[in-house]
């Protein structure tokens, strides 16, 4: 089982729409990363939180530290807004683990 | 404020080569780490430097290694190449573990 696990994998959705992605890890972290990567390889750091939430423009990020669980939710999605999203946990000893991502299309 | 720069963007090594990569960090950043994304594994963590010493280590052979300038800029080398190392590698800077400005990597293809 892998330490980060993203759901889905795959996901198509209208403009417009609410989407949540979601990131579950089983090992105790001292920070949870969302990353943004474009086709070419470009990646963008989107959050970086231990607790709570974090908002920045349409993209919202919150963790639950207890469940080990956290979630990126976009709202009024656009087709710009496809990329693959991944998320990755600094462990304590500090290794940065990754999720395998998931692949969002937003259609026009 | 210039980001992160990787060089080169791409390269063609023969198997059994060796290859050295290079990454310019954020000007301040004094963290340096290094990732290998390929399709099948996706990211993996490599190595991460801090000063000129390297902190946090991978589960990568010793063929891997790097190191760290006194400017921050941070080589990483593979040697004896294989086949499975054809990956995109990226590298990533930042203060000291906050979030992470990454380059836009470079892509290696071993023949």
């Known amino acids: 089982k892998n330490e980060v696990e993203q759901s889905p994998q795959n996901l198509t959705a209208q403009e417009g729409e609410f989407i949540t992605i979601n990131c579950s890890y089983s090992?105790?972290?001292?920070?949870l990363h969302w990353l943004q990567q474009h086709p070419g390889g470009g990646i963008v750091s989107l959050f970086m939180?231990?607790?709570g939430k974090k908002k920045h423009g349409r993209l919202i990020a919150t963790i639950n530290i207890q469940e080990k669980h956290s979630s990126l939710h976009i709202t009024a999605s656009h087709p710009r807004d496809s990329a693959v999203y991944i998320c990755?946990?600094?462990?304590?000893?500090?290794?940065?683990?990754f999720g395998a991502g998931t692949i969002l299309r937003v259609k026009s | 404020k210039a980001g992160v720069t990787q060089t080169p963007r791409y390269l063609i090594k023969t198997r059994g080569q060796q290859v050295t990569l290079s990454c310019s960090p954020i000007?301040?950043?004094?963290?340096v780490s290094w990732y290998q994304q390929t399709p099948g594994q996706g990211l993996q963590f490599l190595f991460e430097?801090?000063?000129?010493?390297?902190?946090n280590k991978g589960n990568f052979p010793g063929r891997f290694s790097g190191r760290q300038f006194s400017n921050s800029r941070s080589e990483m080398n593979v040697s004896t190449l294989e086949l499975g190392d054809s990956a995109l590698y990226l590298c990533?800077?930042?203060?000291?573990?906050?979030?992470?400005?990454f380059g836009s990597g470079t892509r290696l293809t071993v023949v």
């Open positions: 990755a946990v600094r462990e304590y000893g500090n290794k940065l683990v």
């Open positions: 990533a800077s930042s203060l000291d573990r906050e979030a992470q400005a």
């Open positions: 000007s301040g950043h004094r963290s």
């Open positions: 939180l231990s607790s």
């Open positions: 430097y801090f000063s000129e010493t390297q902190r």
């Open positions: 090992v105790g972290i001292s920070a």
